[in-house]
């Protein structure tokens, strides 16, 4: 590379031509650096790019914002994201265990549910049941009034039969007093020898 003058370069990433001076070529000397493969305003371009870190193992690049830790930082980092991991497994199995106890509550108000529907569907049956016999003990009623002025007139006339029957026990009785008294100094050798003769003066 010749110091002594000007010489021109070709930019590898624009493919344009730029000039690589006398005081940058003994700058680069002097810092040991090779002759530039880009013009001045691909490189001002470059330089304004973030800065991308390499994974050294995968080789994923990494944002300006990501962070970078030394060993040790990085395991009391990995630490403290091992913890956080664990409380949040405590959380979802506490929330598991929550889930659970809320399904099996759930399945009981079910079958408590299940269980009232079935009482209000015995009770509907019965209400059924007795709507039923109210309606037969009202048609009972109406028909009852309807005989009411028969019955009530049967149980008059047996009223009056049994006033006529005791009447006419009484007479008999009467009847066989008097006869008893009348009879009372007759023998009955008497007695059939009259009622004989009164029944051959019939017979004449």
């Known amino acids: 590379m010749s110091k002594d003058a000007d010489i021109n370069l070709i930019c590898r990433q624009c493919s344009r031509q730029f000039v690589f001076s006398k005081a940058e070529q003994e700058f680069y000397e002097l810092k040991d650096f090779t002759s530039p493969s880009r013009c001045q305003e691909c490189r001002s371009a470059k330089q304004n790019e973030p800065y991308r870190f390499i994974c050294s193992q995968c ?117 066989i007093r008097a006869m008893s008294e009348k009879y009372a100094n007759v023998s009955l050798w008497e007695l059939i020898k009259r009622s004989l003769g009164q029944n051959l003066k019939q017979d004449a």
């Open 59 to 175: 080789g994923t690049g990494l944002e300006k914002e990501d962070f970078v830790y030394c060993t040790a930082c990085l395991a009391s980092v990995q630490l403290e994201v091992e913890q956080k991991a664990k409380k949040g497994q405590e959380a979802v199995s506490a929330a598991r265990t929550k889930l659970l106890a809320a399904e099996s509550e759930k399945a009981e108000l079910a079958e408590s549910l299940r269980r009232k529907e079935q009482l209000m569907a015995e009770l509907e049956l019965k209400l059924n049941n007795l709507s039923q016999e109210l309606e037969k003990a009202v048609q009972f009623h109406t028909a009852l009034e309807w005989l009411q002025p028969t019955l009530n007139a049967i149980a008059e006339r047996v009223e009056d039969l049994e006033h006529t029957q005791n009447v006419i026990n009484e007479k008999m009785l009467q009847t």
